[in-house]
């Protein structure tokens, strides 16, 4: 748990923004080492003086953060060899005009579908089955792959894809191969239990209106989901890499990869799309997580890709919430910032002791170590340079920047001695261009 000063603190932000923005009520956690380590909230859940106060338990509708609970899904049936990011929507799902439309385009809103259904506020409205919502001829705005575009219909379709892989409705399928495991009993499609009303609040008095709530069916996996402040703190966890094996840490490090950033003329990009999750940058610092919004209700959840620590929010208001939940992160990591893992010698791969020192690719100067069971070249994040994991006898590939998945070959002398490196057919040796190394278009003299 965190000192007292820091919850004070923690605690005045959320008050504060529960006042000055006008919400009926707020409420916040914050998640480190897949602990919720504080969590608050303040208001009531029916927005009245007398209503009964939001806790840590209190349901919330969390929006699109539903959708990163469908993306798992879909990662799931890829990992068990049942579709591939590449298949078109028509290898599944016959019957739309935009068939053509990758999987992968739609996790990432990349496939160019429209935003919304065809007809009357989704969001506001009883949904259909998915045969009457593509009935509806839903097209294509843009050309597939052109560039970011968000489309809650893209979710709808990839609902259908795991309704059909899995036999059981999306709903089902979340609870059971997502919810169940991991302790999750307090998020569903419905509110249940204690959960609060959806509300907006007039602009100029202050007033309240009920918003309504409904099954949205085949739109559900666009943004159904219900859940609280400790279940979405679980979910939290989950992002940080705890998946308790629902999925392993290379697909979800995958679904984190920007696939496409929201690019708005003049400014610097700050948000990113991946494979299901939304993937932030503040001045170099990476967050991943999604954002929800429905009628009466406003969410998000974020965690900080550094250091593992997480953050979930939620208002029942249907707009107003000015306060950033990344802020409650940096209170955190100002007063309270995480002890690095403490250092232990790990002695490195045989092979890879006599690969450290300096190294030269032309005239310049590189240098190899070996660090934390990889035989990193350059530093990682500046250049060229990256860390290299064992692939087989004398090779390694690359896990890093430019020489991502790229092998590197140790070449050896007829006596066993290394000769020269061979990266993805660049020549690195232990001289500025060694007349002993083999080297593409000679070595050349000096002079």
Known sequence: MIQDYTA?????????????DRLPSIAAGLVRDGELIWSQAYGTIDGRADGTPADADTQYRIGSITKTLTGVLIMRLRDAGKLALTDRFDDHVSGTEWGGVTIAQLLSHTGGLQSETHGPWWERTPGTGWEKLAATKTQQRFRAGRHYHYSNLGYAALGEIVARHTGQSWSDAVRTEILLPLGMDRTSPRPEGSAAQGLAVHPFADLLLDEPEHDHASMAPAGQLWSTVADLGRWAAFLAGDTADLLSADTLAEMLEPQAIQDLPGQSWTNAHGLGFQVFNFGGQRMAGHGGSMPGFL????????????VVLFANTTAGLNFTAHSLIDLLHEHEPKLPEPWHATPPAPEALELIGTWHWGPSVTSASAKDGHLVLGAPGAGRGSRFRPDGPDRWVGLDGYHTGEPLEVIRRPDGTVSHLDLASFRFTRTPYDPEADLPGGPGTWA
């Open 8 to 20: 004070r603190l923690l605690n005045h932000t959320l008050a504060t923004a529960q006042h000055d």
């Open 299 to 310: 969410a998000n959840l974020r965690v900080d890709l550094a250091s593992g620590d997480g």
